[in-house]
């Protein structure tokens, strides 16, 4: 059997995720994560001088997506890092608080209940603008870099 061009770049994907499930298999990269239940006073804090840093959860989708969920206590007038850019996308969900969000130099407030998300590859930066701690949840898809 002979491919075209085309039609290899069309099986591709499935030849992908084919791959990746028979590499899981043997061990050879990370499966995709099972179902479960990770309790949030069970999880482990790292701080910084003006963000506490609770790492949730961080695995691969059953389609081989990377995706990690964690959540931040960020101090007032402070940012957890300058503002950058990163192929994969993200998404702040605001628990508490108030926070600055810039995305390709337009700044937003949002508030508690809010969502800002991030596309790929835009740049885009946070600061706590108000009076108290600003928590938010981050969720993380895609490459990071
Ligand atoms: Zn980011």
């Known amino acids: 059997m002979s491919m075209s061009r085309r039609d290899f770049a069309a099986a591709l994907p499935a030849m ?8 899981a298999q043997q061990g050879q990269t990370q499966a995709h994560l099972p179902s ?5 006073a069970d999880l482990p804090v790292r701080r ?15 389609d081989a997506c ?3 969920v964690h959540e931040s ?5 402070s940012e957890p890092h300058p503002p950058h850019r990163h192929k994969g996308e993200e998404m702040f ?15 937003s407030r949002v508030t ?15 600061r706590n603008v108000g009076e ?8 993380e898809l895609g490459p990071q870099k």
């Open 16 to 23: 992908l995720a084919g791959s990746h499930r028979a590499a």
């Open 132 to 139: 108290k701690p600003a928590k938010y949840y981050v969720i």
């Open 66 to 68: 990377n995706f990690s």
């Open 93 to 107: 969900l605001l628990l508490d608080g108030t926070l600055e969000v810039t995305i390709n130099g337009s700044a």
């Open 73 to 77: 206590s960020l101090a007032p007038n």
């Open 48 to 62: 910084t001088a003006n963000l506490e840093y609770r790492p949730i959860i961080q695995g691969q989708t059953i």
């Open 36 to 40: 479960g239940v990770y309790v949030f």
């Open 112 to 126: 508690r209940g809010s969502v800002a998300f991030i596309g790929s590859s835009d740049e885009h930066g946070i």
